[in-house]
Every structure is written in structure tokens, then in C-alpha cells.
């Protein structure tokens, strides 16, 4: 099959590792998550919600921006304190490597 009027920015293949996760919180909301790890995106995860489907590549910094998770993963401002207090745990620190 040849494609011929596609003009690819980028085409890598990388072993991962991914994470998979499901609790429920103190509110009692339940996530099912799958965290992968990559060389890509500067050291931050790739955080998929299986039971949505959203996917956010998420560092501390994302963390510390205010409403970024409720907005990304349609969640109440509960709901997203307590995935942040997951996820603090998770994401650690950012490696710059270029």
C-alpha cells in the first residue's frame, strides 16, 4: 500500500512500560487507570482513564495547574483533588534529556 500524498513528522517505535491501576477514592469514585512511562514527552506519563478513554500527559507541573485534571478528565473539583493525590506519587519528577 503506498501513501503517497502523506507527509509524516515523525514515525518511532519504543519499548514502554505501562501501569495498571484501579481504586476507588474517599468519595468513593472509582478510577481505572492505565499510566505508561516513555522517553517521549520529557519524562512526564501518559495517564489514560480506560472507563473514558481520556488521556493526558501529565507531569508535576500538570498537577500543580489549577482545574487542569477536572477539565482534562471531566471530573468535580473532589474528584480531581483525590486523582492528584494519586498521581503525586506517580508522576515524580521531570527529565529534561535534550
Not at 487507570?33 to 522517553?39: F, G, W
Amino acid at each position: 500500500m503506498l501513501l503517497p500524498d502523506y507527509d509524516f513528522m515523525s514515525d518511532t517505535t519504543e519499548d514502554t512500560s505501562t501501569r495498571f491501576v484501579t481504586f476507588i477514592t474517599p468519595s468513593l469514585k472509582r478510577f481505572d487507570l492505565a499510566i505508561t512511562a516513555t522517553h517521549r514527552f520529557y519524562g512526564k506519563k501518559l495517564v489514560t482513564e480506560l472507563q473514558s478513554g481520556k488521556t493526558a500527559i501529565i507531569g508535576p507541573d500538570d498537577l500543580e495547574e489549577e482545574g487542569y485534571l477536572a477539565f482534562t478528565f471531566k471530573l468535580n473539583e473532589e474528584e480531581a483533588g483525590e486523582l492528584a493525590q494519586f498521581l503525586y506519587f506517580v508522576v515524580g519528577t521531570v527529565n529534561f534529556t535534550d
